[in-house]
Each structure stands twice: as C-alpha cells, then as structure tokens.
C-alpha cells in the first residue's frame, strides 16, 4: 500500500521538472521505481530537499499536490503502483455497474 499519495509524484519524474522548473534538484528524489515501496519520510524529504531551491519554493500539501495530481500522467503512476492500478480499476468496475 502506498504510504503517502505524493509517492505517486515520484512515478512521473518528468513531471515533476515540468511543474517545478530547472532548479528541482532531480537527485533528491528517491529513487526506488516501486514506489508504494518508499517509506513516507523518505518521500516527503525527496520532495522537501528536490524543491527548495525552486521558484515555486519548498513542496507544500495543500499548495502544490492538487495541481500535480492533475498534472502526472494517471499510466505511469498506475505502472509504478500496483495498489493505484487496482484503485483505478475498481473505480472502473463500479462505474460500469
């Protein structure tokens, strides 16, 4: 299980930097491809230490992840996390009932 949503940020990388600028410092980031693997200190630092320097500033919750949530692209997080690809087609499934 994903232990914090902004785990699926780090599933669309590319994203991220188009969101945050040249000045996110990519290497911060965890770098683990399971990313329901990393444990939520771990990604909400990456996140911290990858932003600071940004024009944006430091990653906020309430500021930042509804506009990256909009932002990533739905496949690449539903590759990287199992639980998300199961969400998604439960959703699916009940939409279609």
């Known amino acids: 299980m994903v232990q914090v949503m902004e785990a699926w940020f780090l ?3 590319d994203k991220l930097q188009e969101s945050y600028g040249r000045d ?3 290497a911060r980031l965890p770098a683990n491809p399971r990313v329901e693997e990393i444990p939520k200190a771990d990604v909400l ?5 990858a932003t600071r320097d940004t024009q944006k ?7 930042h992840a509804p506009d990256l949530l909009q932002l990533i692209r739905a496949d690449r997080v539903r590759a990287a ?7 998604f087609e439960r959703l699916r499934g009940a939409l279609n009932e």
């Open 24 to 26: 996110l410092l990519r």
């Open 11 to 13: 599933a669309d990388k």
């Open 45 to 49: 630092k990456g996140l911290t230490e």
């Open 81 to 87: 996390a199992p639980n998300c690809q199961r969400l």
């Open 57 to 63: 500033g430091e990653y906020h919750k309430t500021k």
